[in-house]
């Protein structure tokens, strides 16, 4: 009789096989050597992936979490492992219908609740972790094209040398002072006869209501460490300074309650003319209000008065936009010119695609008139007769044509005249 059960299960592993079942190492991503901290590791990580409450409307993330949550609880368990690795899903499957303890069908969030310390979905009773807030500095030419980039912050996470527990050997104990409570109620007396009850929290397990006998060396027992994760971070075309991208669940990590959300602001940063600006291009130096671009033009006076001068600025995608003016047009220091379209990228969620053409805000050009600090003897002479005759040829006289007195008129002297008359 033995002997046949043991051959129609070897026949099932076969089975498995042939109909394509997944293999939960694959589905883990682990191989048969895997160690249980592997195992809880990976785990881990691809649970919090496929999470529906991080994948709403999404049916393949939905089936993904089920699979994975499958699978950890068939190989983190020793013997439901030691069956699967000789008989295979069937081989649980016999198991489970035969009554043996261990594995058994389970709710897959039940699952992730217990891994993760508590309720299984991230919107239910556990209580729910800070939100930590990020501000990462961007370059205004990234604003403009559009990157994905990186960077790294101290993030606390369960500590996976000992899975969370603080303990070395991963026992941990009731606290036999607080009786798990993490409080105590501390009598005082005040006076003969009358006494006040106070509420502290247990100074011999910290509040926590579990003592460990052996810390873990890489925590000291805190359950959590700090590393420097890296986050990959895309900014899209014309997004605003100050724009907040949310990362669900990515804060601190804890074995007492389901992560935050990470909020990283976008700010525009000044630029660094080494790191920001390898292409030389003029636009690293535009000024951004909203949609739109500033930049200052320096003219001499030479062209401001005459003319004639074109001028070719390098935009952040390496476009260039040219300025001119023709011989004999003025330019009046202050002036404002408009060069439509040549600001920002105007945001939009489905960006420059087949649903949606790209739109940019403006361009503000003003032009700065440079005077000379010192000019030549020969120069200033030179100058002085042509607009000398200039005037005379024309009658212009700025201080005669302005109806201003012809000499300044004492506060005393105009009162002496009014009693004269």
């Given amino acids: 009789m033995l002997l046949g059960r043991t ?26 050597q895997a160690n249980e901290k592997q195992i809880k590791s990976a785990y881990r990580q691809l649970s919090k992936k ?7 409307n999404d049916d393949t993330a939905h089936d993904k979490f089920v699979e994975v949550s499958e ?3 068939a190989l983190s368990n ?24 261990g594995f058994h069908a389970h709710d897959p969030f039940d699952v992730f609740g217990r891994m993760f310390g508590g309720g299984g979905h991230f919107g239910g009773q556990q209580r729910r972790g800070p939100n930590i807030e990020v501000k990462v500095g961007i370059a205004l030419r990234d604003f403009y094209n559009g990157r994905t980039t990186e960077f790294q912050w101290d993030k606390q996470q369960i500590c996976e040398e000992c899975d969370g527990t603080g303990a070395a050997d991963g026992i ?30 247990c100074d011999q397990c910290g509040g926590r209501g579990k003592s460990i006998k052996h810390k873990c060396p890489i925590c000291q027992g805190q359950r959590v460490v700090r590393k420097p994760t890296p986050v990959s971070l ?50 690293v130096f535009f000024r951004r209000k909203d949609d739109d671009l500033y930049w200052n033009e320096i003219l001499s006076l030479r062209e401001a008065l005459l003319g004639g001068w074109t001028r070719n600025i390098t935009h952040l995608d390496g476009h ?3 300025l001119s003016r023709p011989a004999g047009e003025v330019v009046q220091p202050g002036t404002i010119e408009t060069v439509a379209s040549e600001g920002m990228p105007k945001w939009h969620e489905d960006g420059d695609s087949v649903y949606h053409k790209t739109e940019f805000g403006n361009l503000y050009v003003e032009y700065v008139v440079v005077l000379p600090d010192q000019m030549d003897e020969s120069l200033r002479k030179d100058l002085g007769a042509v607009f ?22 004492m506060s005393g002297e105009g009162h002496r005249e009014h009693e004269e008359l």
């Fill in 71 to 73: 699978a950890y609880e």
């Fill in 388 to 409: 000398d005759k200039y005037r005379k040829k024309h009658g212009v006289d700025l201080h005669k044509d302005s109806g201003r007195p012809e000499r300044p008129v």
């Fill in 234 to 283: 895309t900014v899209q075309r014309g997004m605003a300074d100050g724009s907040k991208i949310v990362y669900e669940n990515e804060a601190d990590a804890s074995p007492d309650y389901i992560a935050g959300d990470l909020i990283v602001t976008l700010v525009e940063k000044d630029p660094d003319l080494e790191v920001d600006n390898p292409d030389q291009v003029d636009g």
């Fill in 7 to 32: 051959a129609l299960l070897f026949f099932l592993a076969f089975a498995q096989f042939a109909l394509g079942a997944q293999d939960y190492y694959k589905v883990l991503g682990l191989s048969k």
């Fill in 78 to 101: 020793p013997e439901s492992r030691k069956i699967y690795d000789q008989y295979g899903h069937e081989g649980l499957k016999q198991r489970q219908q035969g009554g043996g303890g």
């Fill in 172 to 201: 941990v104990d009731t606290c036999r002072s607080c009786g798990g409570h993490g409080i105590k109620i501390v009598k005082h007396q005040l006076a003969p006869g009358m006494f006040q009850q106070v509420q502290m929290q």
């Fill in 50 to 56: 496929y999470h529906p409450d991080k994948n709403p």
């Fill in 320 to 322: 260039v936009v040219r």
